[in-house]
């Protein structure tokens, strides 16, 4: 067997009070959108040490010494991402005394600096630093992360009497509360799409990770996977996370219904002159009906479904 390189990185815990500190990820292309630790990766011939005390400074701006620093978790993870397969060990360090005031200094790639409690993070954290600081927070030293192989598979849809979804390549509707819905369901976790509903949404959606199929060579968009086949966009969208949701359009829904644990349907109670539909869906039983409500004088509903035993 080859040896294999893994890549190294740190993760520094700012601790204040029963709280630590996080920012959000912007503009990198890779989990853009969710909350995380300052980290990154060692540089050349520098150690852990050295590589924690560089980053906070580089990332939140704040001087740390080597006493202060703590050891308390490691990390091996697994990321098979656009750029190849790679392995990962991050060592964790949590420090509580540091000089100088804490802020984003590389504003191009971060917003929304916070304290946090571990028992309120926010869903949009990043899947493997939940996982290291709830691990972190009952005594364990180490997580792996990324070779688990259980996963939900869910489709989420709003769709016509007719299970009418769309048309020339944009929705029927505009209702608010699904977007609310939809995002409320699906942030934190991984979604699925197809080319042209990401052609149509115009950006990878923040605080989701994005996984687009095309069979397109020349498809390349910022922030997302991209996927020649469905059995690649399920390996790669269930990496971290536990349900995997798949959001359009026609095409996809109907590669993957036989496959979903479950829906969520928005029902829109009116017919609609569409030129794609979501398919049949007889093999599933309503586990949840939500209450009739009206918005742009169109009634609909939100439902949840599960495949029949
Ligand atoms: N009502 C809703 O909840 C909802 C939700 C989502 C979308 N929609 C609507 O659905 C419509 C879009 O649906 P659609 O069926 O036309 O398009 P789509 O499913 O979004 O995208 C189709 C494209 O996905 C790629 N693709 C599909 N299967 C693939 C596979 N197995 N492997 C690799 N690539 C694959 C191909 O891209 P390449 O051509 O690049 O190879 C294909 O042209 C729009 O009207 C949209 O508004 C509605």
Redesign the pocket.
Known sequence: MDRFATRTAVYIILKKDDKFLMFRRKNTGWYDGFYNLPCGHIDGRETLIEAAIRETKEEVGVDIKEKNLQFVHLVHRRSDGNDGYFEYTEAYFAVDKWSGKPQITEVEHGEALEWFDINELPKNTLPYTREALINIKNKSLYSQAGWKKNFKISL????GKNR?????????WNLPE?LKH?KEKTLGQSCI????????IGKPLPGRLNV?????PK?KPKGVVV????EQ?LARASNYCDEVFI?????????FIDRADKLYL?LVDSDFD???Y?PEYNKFKMIKDGKQQISNELKFKFTEWERKK
Request: glycine share 8%; proline share 0%; aromatic share 10%.
């Open positions: 989420i849809a709003a769709i009418e979804l769309g048309k020339n390549n944009q929705l029927l699904d939809f799409m197809g080319q042209r509903t990401f052609d149509s687009v199929l095309s069979q397109d498809f996927c020649n086949s469905i966009a959001i359009g359009g026609a095409s996809i829904y109907a590669q928005t569409a030129d794609v979501f």
